[in-house]
């Protein structure tokens, strides 16, 4: 990760933007992962206060049962928690400290969870929430669903996630 | 972003940002060969009134020209296409791009002509000429220059994917189609600045999609103020159909393609391509799979592999 330029002898923060089934973790305390836009997509944040080791994984869609081909690596809800979590470990983080915020999964006017399109965000949400759950790790902080599209930043100096809208 | 200059053709004093103002509109008359237009004279009076209709590229009206002739060739369009050198440089960018999985490299136009046809490679012509305009910030919407463009190549880009998946048999009008079917937010764009705050509350109440909402504060929505552009462009019926119809789908004639690009917009909102102050305020008719013949899976399918293509769409088409 690129090191942040020095303006009037502060440090600035290196932005990473987080596309579409990209996942990026860092241990610089100079780093701000971020992920822009979120619509139905699903932002999972992970920090380690501990290792101060954050990762970021933007999820397009709940499952990878329907893959037919290539996709990005973390396209998939269940390709993309584990793989955060395994990058995560391998910066030093520890599954038991991690603090985890899910932004984004936002709906479509009067979409039903089995909505093709209207509904990717609710069964994106539902789909992390359950892999989650499975491996014992609590969502500590979650801005999902409605009808707002989100950004969201995780700021690894501060230790903070900030979602916007909130 | 492209280029804007360079995708000009011949000499022209006007430069395609400047708004001409509506002078016949003829919103609703004689596009639909049938087909609902939803539009009458009031409303017709009412967006003369208050659209702006963006100049049309000038290689995109030379194109329409000179296909609309009954005698039109393949070197006719060749010819169009070839005065504008930097246009033919990212036409062939984007038929070397892996969404077309050439064996060789083709390296000349006819030798695009000649793999894709002739339909194809006007069809990817016009596209890239209305980069042009679809570049530009439609600032009552919340779109910053080259937002529109992102989330139209995107719906292009997955209108494109859901007709191949379909068996659809000109793939390339899904994408011109669904690059263009926003073009009204161009001109209802300064209209709708007085009315913003009107408009977002209503929207937020999250009980209408938004251009519902439209129709009710300013009388007409996106998508008929972009039919009123299609038609002063004089683009083709199918075309101006899909762009009319892109949010009632079931009420195009020609359905198949108005299903195409609803489908391909919707996806462009749910993956956040390009989203301006109407946000993820959509509604999605699900009998547009019905019209495709395609499961409910299959979008989904079609959003896996989009962030790839979409992103190398835009790298290509940048400058």
Redesign the interface.
């Known amino acids: 990760m690129d090191t942040g330029a020095r303006v009037e002898g502060k440090q600035m923060p290196s932005r990473t933007r987080v596309?579409?089934?990209e996942v990026a973790v860092s241990n610089d305390p100079g780093d701000v992962l971020e992920a822009?836009?979120?619509?139905?997509?699903v932002a999972i944040c992970m920090f380690d206060p501990i290792a101060n080791v954050g990762g970021l994984a933007h999820v397009?869609?709940p499952s990878s049962t329907?893959?037919?081909?290539?996709?990005?690596p973390a396209?998939?809800a269940d390709r993309a928690v584990p793989l955060l979590i395994e990058a995560m470990t391998e910066k030093g983080a520890q599954p038991t400290h991690l603090k985890v915020t899910m932004a984004g999964g936002?709906?479509?006017?009067?979409?039903t969870a089995?909505?093709?399109?209207?509904g990717?965000?609710r069964r994106t949400v539902d789909a992390i929430d359950g892999l989650l759950r499975a491996r014992r790790i609590d969502v500590t902080q979650r801005s999902v669903g409605?009808?707002?599209?989100r950004c969201v930043e995780l700021r690894l100096g501060e230790g903070r996630v900030v979602v916007d809208p909130e | 972003m492209w280029n804007f200059d360079s995708v000009r053709v011949g000499s022209s004093s006007t430069p395609s940002s400047v708004h001409a103002p509506l002078l016949a509109c003829g919103a609703g008359e004689g596009s639909a060969g049938g087909a609902a237009t939803g539009t009458d004279a009031a409303l017709r009076a009412m967006l003369a009134n208050s659209l702006q209709l963006p100049t049309i590229p000038h290689v995109a009206a030379a194109l329409i020209r000179v296909t609309d002739q009954p005698r039109a060739s393949a070197s006719d369009v060749r010819d169009v296409i070839s005065t504008d050198q930097a246009l033919v440089t990212k036409l062939l960018r984007v038929v070397n791009s892996p969404m077309y999985g050439m064996r060789k490299r083709v390296t000349t136009l006819t030798h695009a002509v000649a793999m894709l046809g002739f339909e194809a490679v006007k069809n990817l012509a016009l596209a890239a000429s209305f980069s042009e305009v679809l570049g530009q910030s439609a600032e009552g919407y919340g779109l910053d220059p080259g937002r529109l463009w992102m989330h139209s190549i995107a719906a292009g880009c997955a209108a494109r994917l859901a007709a191949e998946r379909t068996g659809y048999a000109q793939p390339e009008e899904a994408f011109v189609a669904g690059v263009i079917h926003d073009v009204g937010k161009l001109a209802a764009s300064v209209h709708i600045q007085s009315m913003y705050s009107e408009i977002l509350a209503k929207a937020a109440c999250g009980k209408r999609a938004f251009n519902a909402v439209e129709r009710e504060v300013m009388g007409f929505d996106h998508a008929q103020a972009g039919e009123a552009v299609a038609l002063s462009w004089n683009l083709p019926e199918p075309l101006s159909q899909s762009i009319r119809w892109h949010h009632e789908p079931g009420r195009a004639e020609h359905a198949v393609l108005a299903a195409l690009v609803h489908l391909g917009d919707a996806l462009a909102v749910a993956l956040g391509y390009g989203l301006g102050i109407d946000g993820v305020s959509y509604t999605f008719h699900q009998s547009c799979l019905i019209t495709l013949g395609m499961s409910g899976a299959d979008p989904m399918r079609i959003a896996a592999i989009m962030p790839d293509a979409v992103e190398r769409l835009a790298h290509i088409t940048q400058g």
């Open positions: 596309e579409h089934g822009r836009d979120l619509a139905a997509c397009v869609l329907i893959q037919d081909g290539p996709t990005r396209v998939f936002a709906e479509f006017i009067g979409a089995d909505d093709p399109v209207g990717l965000g409605g009808l707002g599209s």
